[in-house]
C-alpha cells in the first residue's frame, strides 16, 4: 500500500507496511498468542512443515516449474501452496502427501501426445512421447525430467533436456540399485517465459 510518500514500510499504528515479490502491502500488528494450540492448528503446522520437507529436494526444479505462477507468488512457495492443496490424503495410513497428487510445474504450454516413460535394463529412464509439431507450440522447448525417492529424500532431474522435436530423453538413475522413484515430466518454453503443467509417470523400483 502506498501513503503520500510512497510504500509504508514498518509499523504504524495497528498496521505493519511489507511487501512481497516487490509488490507492497499492510498486514495488521500481530498480538502476543494466549490461547492453547488447537489440534487443528497442530494438524496445519505438521502439513506445513511436511510439505516444506517433501519439496526440500526439488528447490531448483519447482523454481523452474513453477516460475511466473502468478504475480504473488512463484517458486518454491508457490510449489508449495499447490501441494498443501492438492497432494494430501488422509487414508488408513494417516495424512500424508499422495506423490501422484503432486505438481512439480504449473503453466500453460501444451504437453505433448503420447508422453510416456520405461525403464531401460541400464537404470535409464526413457522418455517418450509425438514429436509432431503443434499450432502455437515450439518445436524447441525441453523436456524436464525428474524422479524422486521420497523415502530415502533423494532427487535426480533436468530442467534444460532433449528439445521436443526430439521425441526421446533419457535420465540415469545409474548407481542407485534398491530405490524407489516416483517419475514425473514437463516442458520448458525455448525462451524460458513459461512451462507446461507437469505429469506424474508412475513409480519405478531401480
Known sequence: MHGINGPIWGKVGTVVGSSRNGIPYLKARSKGRTLTVSEAELANRKKFAAAQAWLKPLRDFVREGFRGYSQR??????????????????????????????????????LPEDLSVKLLENAELEFTWNPAKKDKVNDEDQIMMLAYDVELVEALYKTTGQFRKTGSDTLSLAGNRGKNYHVYAAFNAADRSRQSESVYLGEFKI
Open 73 to 110: 507468488s512463484h517458486g518454491f512457495i508457490a510449489a508449495k501452496s499447490s501441494l498443501l492443496k492438492n497432494a494430501f490424503v488422509n487414508d488408513a495410513k494417516g495424512m500424508r502427501i499422495d506423490p501422484a497428487l503432486v505438481k512439480v510445474s504449473s503453466g500453460n504450454i501444451a
